[in-house]
């Protein structure tokens, strides 16, 4: 296993660090790359016209860093097409893109299909559910791809202070993150640990990642990425990006229930081909994250869940009841 | 000497108007993120920065933010030898706490304050971007003024500021409001601001029962306002705008607060106006024994320039090539500042809205082009010799 503080030291970043957009833009023009972005859909009209307008303006009319704005929609039974028609982005249904497969409804579906209707060499994903939308979402995103080759996949990670007590204060995801998938990573995939937050619906992927892994349809995709994209080509393949605040609208319980079961699913399906519950023994670590001032840092909790015999098995205790 | 060019782009202003929905994303885009910034009076410093942030990326290399924290670009002229002033006050009437997220539909942008006035804080930080767009160059330095302290108790603090200490030669200003397209403010009327606070005095016997409140002190004091005789001509109001007081159904109100406006087109009524109800203060005060207090702390003295002058003749022009129906109505704006200090001034809107000061505050995107492309041309007007 890679020392994962040195990865996260190395390969974490804040959006701030990629302000300059006029070097950015060069950069990219210099490497002839073609990037895409893809808003997924289902029933947004209230936000992704803000997020085009913003984009638009920012990333392509003042400084050109996208090439193609595309909202891919499952759907919607609002005028979330409509909308985004309107403010200049290229709308598609899903199901009208390869047609003549089956057609599956849910984002997994719109992020894949968007592999084979964009042109980009990288595809950003962007949830277009977002209130506080700001450029920083896709140059934050962009940038190591640009900056650094060996990069293939950037991930998105929050600033949601959970506790905070003098200089130290527990960082991390949502309830799913931390309930379920940070637990998860930490017995079977502990390098995987290293990503702040693993379920954020915002990542830039190159071409030749995204054309090479599955997608699960429904919740499991981001965990799926993350397992597959580290398997085949390692956590040096990974960085992640501060984006400051994101705010959106908070699911009640019942409905992360719902996303904890689907990313279960695909948990155990990968972990099922990658041989890893026949492993004997698996990590008593849990792996979380901290901030001192700038700098975050796993904290490693041992847990070892220990096991007392059934009672009956006691001599004393058989002895005492005359059993 | 007019220019000929000058009268071109204004012959052609309906054609430019619609050209100017190319540029819909990048004003939009700077409506959306200048209105969600919250900006009260007095906390307008994070706005006024990212306005700034605009002029420094459209080549504005003098910008800066000054003595009273207004933001000031120039945009230099050919010539240079005086100045236009466009000015739009970067204040809200919304708290820091309120949500400031903006929503935006096909044809209209829904957010506190989008209208009054992070409409026209936007266009003042897209004209720049636009100008150069449409490779128009001015002979005149441009100057854009996102003012600070501007609304209620800031009485205007920040254009003031900036007229006082500025080294420019301003020749003519135009202020931007957001809403309503048509309007044109070329004068001030008088006007007289101010708080009346009623508060039951600390050493008030408790054990009397019921028979003490702030509020109806202060209804003595509205009843005696709202009996005062106000003279036909010249026109004259008071506005009773907002009242607060007490803390719940069944304690008696300790304090209870009025805020009122005396408005007329004579100076020397609202002065009267403002002494009788000096007078009515200190009347109800003596005969209740609360402490009824009263704050004026916002006046303006009528003036402005005639409704033949060249400027509002100017702009009247411009309005009627782009169709546009002008409303005349007298404002207590910025414009009460630049007349003070005698410089022929505007008050422009730029599109249609409705429920103004509510948080669902709403503009319509479809106007904007049309108000866009009058203020361009007055500005192109002013500068080609037209207005003078």
Known sequence: MLELQDWIDKNTYHHSQFWDLKKLVETKEKLGLKISLCLPTLNEEKTVGKEIIIFKSELMNR????????VIDSGSEDDTLKVAKNYGADTYLAADILPELEPKRGKGENLWKAIYQLEGDIIVYVDADISNIHPRFVYGLVAPLIYREEVKYVKAFYDRPLAFSG??????????????????????????????????????????????????????????????????????????????????????????????????????????????????????????????????EQNLIEIVEEERPPMIEIEQYRKKFGR | ??????????????????????????????????????????????????????????????????????????LKGSKGESSILINAHADTVFSAKTDHTMQVSSDTITGPGVADNSL????????????????????????????????????????????????????????????????????????????ITCRVPHSYDWSRFGDASA????????????????????????????????????????????????RSESQEVVESAGQTIQDIVMEVSSKTGDDVELDIFAKRSPGGIPYAHPLNRCARQVMEILDIEPRLAPSTSELAALIDKKIPALTLGITHGDRIHKTDETIQIEPIYKGLAQLIGIIIAIDGGRCA
Request: charged residues 25%; aromatic residues 8%.
């Open chain 2, 215 to 262: 509020i109806l002190t202060l209804n003595e004091v509205i009843n005696k306002i709202n009996d005062i005789r106000l003279p036909k001509r010249p026109r004259t109001s008071i506005v009773m705008g907002s009242i607060a007081g007490g803390t719940s159904f069944n304690t008696i109100a300790k304090d209870a607060t009025l805020g009122f406006e005396v």
């Open chain 2, 1 to 74: 000497m007019i220019n000929m060019k000058t009268e071109e782009v204004i012959e052609n202003l309906p054609e430019l108007a619609k050209n100017l929905k190319k540029h819909r994303e990048v004003l939009l885009a700077n409506l959306v993120m200048i209105g969600e910034i919250p900006s009260p009076t007095f906390q307008e410093s994070e706005r006024l920065e990212f306005l700034l942030d605009r002029f420094n990326e459209a080549g504005l290399t003098d910008s800066s933010i000054d003595g009273s924290g207004n933001g000031v670009g120039v």
């Open chain 1, 167 to 296: 200089n130290v204060r527990a960082s991390g995801g949502g309830r799913v993150t931390e309930i379920l998938v940070r637990p998860l990573f930490s017995l079977f995939f502990p390098e995987l640990t290293a990503i702040i937050q693993p379920l954020s619906g915002e990542y830039a992927v190159r071409r030749e990642v995204l054309e090479q892994i599955a997608f699960p349809i429904g919740f499991g995709v981001e965990t799926s990425h993350l397992i597959d994209v580290h398997h085949k080509f390692g956590l040096e393949a990974f960085a992640q990006t501060d984006l400051d605040k994101r705010v959106h609208e908070n699911k009640p319980t019942i409905s992360l229930g719902k996303m904890s079961f689907g990313i279960l699913q695909t948990f155990i399906k990968r972990a099922k081909t990658l041989g890893i519950f026949e492993k004997a023994e698996h990590e008593t670590i849990l792996r979380q994250f901290q901030v001192t001032k700038d700098q975050y």
């Open chain 2, 120 to 195: 026209g804080l936007a266009v003042l930080a897209t004209i720049p971007y636009i100008l150069k767009e449409l490779d128009f160059e001015l002979e005149h330095d441009l100057i854009l003024l996102g003012g600070s302290k501007s609304l209620g108790r800031g009485d205007l603090e920040g254009i003031r500021f900036f007229l006082d200490n500025n080294s420019f030669q301003i020749s003519q200003a135009i202020c931007i409001e957001g809403v309503e397209l048509g309007r044109l403010s070329y004068s001030s009327i008088g006007m007289l601001r101010g708080e």
């Open chain 1, 63 to 70: 400084y050109p860093l996208i090439d193609e704005i595309a």
